[in-house]
């Protein structure tokens, strides 16, 4: 290793003891037990680092061409020993991952299969995660802010919770007192993890349903229907790209958020409903203008600087945009 390479691992050492210092204050003063920590705050130690009760987790975030160069594993092995130090933790409490481009169904690989499930608390609601099998963890951090605002606002309502993942956001709706949850997601696995989520929280399949199916066909189905439900509250989080083998049509969120969106607004949405629509798509662009959501009778807000929390320095982590009645005069 370079001199250089030592130089950046020294000043990656000196600001990780001081991050720990600041989030674990700040994480206790918040009553938040699992948080980010690191996010590529040094450009050349380009890696995430985050804390679970149990554990951590560093995702390298280096590029595919990058992680192949020689002595990227020795790199990441002294990273990854740094991480341990610091947090004076053992190595089967440290879970290294590298994030790469995936397409279609791989988003919901395994990594291994060691069963590492585990319950943590956030807002006093137990959510059940995985810190070895998969990718993502089963709890997305970025949108804490996000899935408190959708309990406050889902008192008395019907929600519907597309691309559902693990349920999270239909457990914080039924926390907020939602007259029913409908969860839909394409993978059965997230699907039998979002009804143990429920389940834990004590919120029974009578009044929160889970649906396992491929969302476009699911919409364009019930579409059809002409007896189908209406909702007050729209949540969707849409994946960046699928093509799934699975899946009814090939999902772009840039190239086919328009015509999901009008359809939900005209279709599945009860009069004074609103929908909140989020993407970790860097580059996306809202492609229906202010002036169409207006002439609709609607506003579209976008929420994405007051979603972000205050561990996350990535303030492109996600997009947020919250689709409304305009207010009456």
């Not at 691992?9 to 674990?24: D, P, S």
């Not at 006093?124 to 899935?147: A, E, K, V, W």
């Not at 439900?229 to 729209?234: F, K, S």
């Not at 929908?275 to 580059?283: E, G, P, Q």
């Amino acid at each position: 290793m370079t001199e250089r390479g030592f130089g950046a691992l020294t000043m990656f050492e000196n600001r990780l003891r001081k991050l720990k210092k600041e989030r674990e204050k700040w994480a206790k003063r918040e009553s938040i037990t699992s948080y980010r920590i690191y996010s590529e705050d040094i450009p050349q130690i380009p890696f995430i680092l985050d804390r679970y009760p149990n554990g951590l987790v560093l995702y390298d975030k280096s590029s595919v061409r990058f992680q192949l160069e020689e002595g990227h594993d020795e790199r990441f092995d002294r990273i990854a020993g740094i991480v341990r130090d610091v947090f004076q933790i053992p190595d089967e409490q440290l879970f290294l991952k590298h994030r790469k481009k995936q397409k279609g169904a791989e988003q919901y690989d395994k990594f291994a299969i060691e069963g590492n499930f585990e319950w943590v608390k956030e807002s006093n609601l137990d959510f059940r995660i995985n810190l070895s099998d998969y990718l993502d963890t089963g709890l997305f951090l970025d949108h804490r802010i996000t899935r408190d605002w959708i309990r406050k606002a889902a008192k008395g309502k019907s929600v519907l919770n597309l691309f559902s993942y693990t349920g999270a956001f239909s457990v914080y709706a039924a926390s907020g007192g939602a007259s029913k949850t409908k969860s839909v997601d394409l993978s059965k696995t997230y699907c039998d993890w979002a009804s143990k989520n429920l389940e834990q929280n004590g919120f029974k399949r009578t009044n929160h349903q889970i649906v396992n199916a491929d969302i476009l066909q699911w919409v364009e189905e019930e579409t059809k229907n002409l007896s189908r439900e209406r909702y007050d509250l729209i949540f969707l989080d849409p994946p960046t790209f699928s093509n799934s083998k699975k899946m009814f049509e090939e999902w772009d969120v840039q190239t086919k958020h328009r015509n999901l969106l009008l359809l939900l607004l005209t279709k599945f949405l009860t009069d004074n409903g609103e929908i909140w629509f989020s993407t970790n798509f860097r580059k996306f662009k809202m492609e229906i203008a202010d002036e169409e959501w207006n002439q609709r009778g609607y506003q579209c807000i976008n929420k994405t600087k007051e979603s972000i929390p205050a561990d996350f320095r990535d303030e492109k982590i996600h997009q947020l945009f919250l689709i409304q009645p305009e207010p009456t005069s």
